[in-house]
């Protein structure tokens, strides 16, 4: 059970480095922005794998909802260069999802630097 699970990581963590050097290198459709792959999780099975992107250069709904339908339409393509690079009986089907963890931290960062820079000029007109 636990030699299972350290695969599935295994596998994972080579497809999120291969894939990340294919979406840089392979596609080659300009609309598609600068594509981060954050994380893959792969299914038990090695059936289904979901690859977690980011959008380094454009981060609008349609922007994200675009580079998603692209990468859902090269899917297939990116699973046939998986299958050429990585040693697997199979590839798994590859579902693409946005990653919205990056764009909250930064959001959370604001808010903090913006509460700091408030305390700061609070303090400053108390001294005063």
Do not use: C, W
């Amino acid at each position: 059970m636990a030699n299972e699970n350290s695969r599935t990581h295994r596998v994972a963590d080579q497809m999120q480095r291969e894939l990340a050097i294919l979406v840089q290198r392979d596609i080659r459709d300009p609309r598609v922005g600068m594509i981060t792959v954050t994380a893959v999780e792969v299914s038990r099975d090695l059936a289904h794998a979901k690859v977690y992107i980011t959008l380094m250069d454009k981060d609008s709904e349609e922007d994200i909802a675009q580079n998603l339908s692209i990468l859902k339409g090269v899917a297939g393509f990116l699973r046939m260069q998986l299958g050429k690079v990585m040693k697997l009986r199979s590839v798994p089907q590859l579902h693409f999802h946005y990653d919205e963890s990056v764009r909250r931290g930064v959001h959370l960062s604001s808010l903090i630097e913006r509460a700091v820079a408030e305390d700061r000029s609070h303090q400053s007109e108390d001294e005063e």
